[in-house]
C-alpha cells in the first residue's frame, strides 16, 4: 500500500510542480525573438537571486509548504482508515481471517472443505443472531393463530400458545365507552393475526427477509466446492456482516438510549431507526462470478467514479434496499459508508403505507421509508491476495473482472 501512498503524493507533488513550470515556460516562449528571451531570462534569474531571502517569499514558501503537508497527512489518513476497515472484520470484532485457516487460496484436503461448509453455516446464521432479527410471521405460523382464534376452546387457554392475547377474555373484548364502538386496541386484540405480529415483533429488534443477505451457494448441502465458490463465499460473507455491523449498530445504540431512560421494554423493532433488510445483491464481479441476489434483469446505476479493477484493488457493484425511519435517513446512509470502502451511487426512495392492522412487518408510529441503494464496493488487493484463488487473480485485475476471451 505504500505504492499507492506514494503514488497519490506523487500527482500532488507533480501538479503543483507543472504548474509553476508550466508559468515559466508559457513566460519564456512568449518573446518575440532569441536576445528578448535570452535578455529576460538574466533579468529573471536576478530578480530570483534578489528576492530568494525576501521574507515575504520565506513566509509564503513556509505557508504553501503547511497546506502541502496537511493535504499528504489527509491522503496518509484516507488511505489508512480504509486499509484498517478491511483488515479488521467489525462485525466479529478481531482482524479478518478465513473460517477455516489455510482452505484458500486452495483447500488442503476434502476434510476441510467439508469443514467449511459446517463453518460457513453457523458463520451467516450469526448475522440473524446478532441482529436479532427474524422476518414477518410464516404462513404457518398465521394458520395457527387463526385456527387457535376461531376454536373458542382453544381461546380460553391462551396461555398455551406464546402469541396469545393477555388482556382478552375467553368471551371476547369487552366495548370502548357508552357507543359500543370496539378501541383500536380491542380490534387488534381480537385479530389473531395481529396478536401474532405483535408478539413476534416484540421479540426482534430488525426484520430480515429470507434469504436477504443470502447465503451463497456454497451453503448448500448438493453444491460442490472448488477454491472459486470457496473464495466468493467468503467475500459475499464478508460484505454482508460489514452491513449487518453498520445497520445493527445503529438498532443497537437506540436499545441502549431506551434502557438508560428507563425503557427498555420499548427496545423493539417498532422503536428501532432500522426496520428491514429486504434484500442485498453483490453483483458477480468476484471473478467467473460469485454474486447473490442477481436477477435476470438486473441494472446497476451509472458510476460517475468511472472507477474500474487493476493491480492494486477491485470494485463489486452492490445494491442494497432497507426500510428505516425517515429520520434516520442520513445516519443510515453515514453507517453505510462507513461500513467499509463502500460508496453510495443512486439512493431511490419510496414511503412506506400505514399498516392499521399491524399485521406482518410492525413498523411503528414514526414515518418510515424504503430506500434502495446502489454502491460501489472497492477492495484493496493487499488485504486479499493471499487468498485469491490464482485463477481469479488476473481476472479480478480485469476492468470487469471478466475473462479476456469472454469481453469480446
Given at each position: 500500500?505504500?505504492?499507492?501512498?506514494?503514488?497519490?503524493?506523487?500527482?500532488?507533488?507533480?501538479?503543483?510542480?507543472?504548474?509553476?513550470?508550466?508559468?515559466?515556460?508559457?513566460?519564456?516562449?512568449?518573446?518575440?525573438?532569441?536576445?528578448?528571451?535570452?535578455?529576460?531570462?538574466?533579468?529573471?534569474?536576478?530578480?530570483?537571486?534578489?528576492?530568494?531571502?525576501?521574507?515575504?517569499?520565506?513566509?509564503?514558501?513556509?505557508?504553501?509548504?503547511?497546506?502541502?503537508?496537511?493535504?499528504?497527512?489527509?491522503?496518509?489518513?484516507?488511505?489508512?482508515?480504509?486499509?484498517?476497515?478491511?483488515?479488521?472484520?467489525?462485525?466479529?470484532?478481531?482482524?479478518?481471517?478465513?473460517?477455516?485457516?489455510?482452505?484458500?487460496?486452495?483447500?488442503?484436503?476434502?476434510?476441510?472443505?467439508?469443514?467449511?461448509?459446517?463453518?460457513?453455516?453457523?458463520?451467516?446464521?450469526?448475522?440473524?443472531?446478532?441482529?436479532?432479527?427474524?422476518?414477518?410471521?410464516?404462513?404457518?405460523?398465521?394458520?395457527?393463530?387463526?385456527?387457535?382464534?376461531?376454536?373458542?376452546?382453544?381461546?380460553?387457554?391462551?396461555?398455551?400458545?406464546?402469541?396469545?392475547?393477555?388482556?382478552?377474555?375467553?368471551?371476547?373484548?369487552?366495548?370502548?365507552?357508552?357507543?359500543?364502538?370496539?378501541?383500536?386496541?380491542?380490534?387488534?386484540?381480537?385479530?389473531?393475526?395481529?396478536?401474532?405480529?405483535?408478539?413476534?415483533?416484540?421479540?426482534?429488534?430488525?426484520?430480515?427477509?429470507?434469504?436477504?443477505?443470502?447465503?451463497?451457494?456454497?451453503?448448500?448441502?448438493?453444491?460442490?466446492?472448488?477454491?472459486?465458490?470457496?473464495?466468493?463465499?467468503?467475500?459475499?460473507?464478508w460484505i454482508a456482516q460489514d452491513?449487518?455491523?453498520?445497520?445493527?449498530?445503529?438498532?443497537?445504540?437506540?436499545?441502549?438510549?431506551?434502557?438508560?431512560?428507563?425503557?427498555?421494554?420499548?427496545?423493539?423493532?417498532?422503536?428501532?431507526?432500522?426496520?428491514?433488510?429486504?434484500?442485498?445483491?453483490?453483483?458477480?464481479?468476484?471473478?467467473?462470478?460469485?454474486?447473490?441476489?442477481?436477477?435476470?434483469?438486473?441494472?446497476?446505476?451509472?458510476?460517475?467514479?468511472?472507477?474500474?479493477?487493476?493491480?492494486?484493488?477491485?470494485?463489486?457493484?452492490?445494491?442494497?434496499?432497507?426500510?428505516?425511519?425517515?429520520?434516520?435517513?442520513?445516519?443510515?446512509?453515514?453507517?453505510?459508508c462507513s461500513a467499509g470502502y463502500?460508496?453510495?451511487?443512486?439512493?431511490?426512495?419510496?414511503?412506506?403505507?400505514?399498516?392499521?392492522?399491524?399485521?406482518?412487518?410492525?413498523?411503528?408510529?414514526?414515518?418510515?421509508?424504503?430506500?434502495?441503494?446502489?454502491?460501489?464496493?472497492?477492495f484493496f488487493r493487499v488485504v486479499?491476495?493471499?487468498?485469491?484463488?490464482?485463477?481469479?487473480?488476473?481476472?479480478?485485475?480485469?476492468?470487469?473482472?471478466?475473462?479476456?476471451?469472454?469481453?469480446?
Amino acid at each position: 500500500m505504500a505504492a499507492l501512498k506514494k503514488h497519490l503524493m506523487s500527482i500532488l507533488f507533480g501538479l503543483a510542480v507543472l504548474g509553476s513550470l508550466g508559468l515559466a515556460g508559457w513566460a519564456y516562449t512568449a518573446g518575440d525573438s532569441v536576445n528578448k528571451q535570452l535578455q529576460e531570462i538574466d533579468s529573471l534569474r536576478g530578480q530570483v537571486t534578489t528576492l530568494a531571502g525576501a521574507p515575504a517569499n520565506v513566509d509564503s514558501i513556509a505557508k504553501r509548504k503547511v497546506v502541502s503537508d496537511r493535504r499528504n497527512e489527509k491522503i496518509d489518513q484516507t488511505v489508512n482508515d480504509a486499509l484498517r476497515r478491511q483488515n479488521y472484520n467489525v462485525f466479529e470484532d478481531r482482524p479478518r481471517q478465513l473460517l477455516i485457516p489455510e482452505i484458500l487460496p486452495e483447500p488442503k484436503s476434502d476434510a476441510a472443505m467439508i469443514d467449511f461448509k459446517s463453518a460457513f453455516n453457523t458463520a451467516f446464521a450469526e448475522i440473524n443472531e446478532r441482529l436479532r432479527a427474524r422476518d414477518q410471521p410464516t404462513g404457518d405460523e398465521i394458520n395457527k393463530a387463526r385456527q387457535f382464534n376461531y376454536d373458542p376452546e382453544n381461546d380460553m387457554r391462551s396461555a398455551d400458545r406464546p402469541w396469545g392475547p393477555t388482556s382478552v377474555t375467553a368471551g371476547g373484548p369487552t366495548r370502548g365507552p357508552a357507543s359500543g364502538t370496539p378501541t383500536r386496541a380491542e380490534v387488534l386484540g381480537s385479530n389473531a393475526v395481529s396478536r401474532l405480529s405483535e408478539q413476534i415483533a416484540k421479540q426482534i429488534f430488525i426484520y430480515v427477509d429470507v434469504n436477504a443477505l443470502g447465503p451463497h451457494e456454497a451453503a448448500l448441502p448438493k453444491t460442490t466446492l472448488n477454491p472459486e465458490r470457496i473464495w466468493h463465499a467468503h467475500m459475499t460473507l464478508w460484505i454482508a456482516q460489514d452491513f449487518a455491523a453498520a445497520l445493527g449498530g445503529l438498532n443497537d445504540t437506540r436499545a441502549s438510549e431506551l434502557e438508560a431512560a428507563g425503557r427498555g421494554y420499548d427496545a423493539w423493532v417498532a422503536n428501532m431507526p432500522v426496520k428491514r433488510i429486504s434484500e442485498l445483491v453483490i453483483d458477480e464481479k468476484l471473478g467467473r462470478g460469485g454474486g447473490i441476489n442477481v436477477g435476470q434483469r438486473m441494472t446497476w446505476a451509472g458510476s460517475f467514479t468511472n472507477d474500474r479493477n487493476d493491480g492494486q484493488h477491485f470494485m463489486v457493484p452492490l445494491r442494497l434496499t432497507v426500510v428505516v425511519e425517515e429520520a434516520a435517513v442520513m445516519d443510515v446512509m453515514d453507517a453505510i459508508c462507513s461500513a467499509g470502502y463502500y460508496t453510495p451511487l443512486r439512493v431511490e426512495y419510496e414511503a412506506i403505507p400505514p399498516n392499521p392492522l399491524q399485521e406482518g412487518r410492525i413498523y411503528g408510529d414514526a414515518p418510515v421509508v424504503e430506500l434502495k441503494i446502489d454502491l460501489e464496493g472497492y477492495f484493496f488487493r493487499v488485504v486479499f491476495e493471499d487468498w485469491i484463488p490464482k485463477d481469479l487473480k488476473k481476472i479480478l485485475s480485469t476492468p470487469d473482472a471478466v475473462e479476456e476471451n469472454k469481453r469480446r
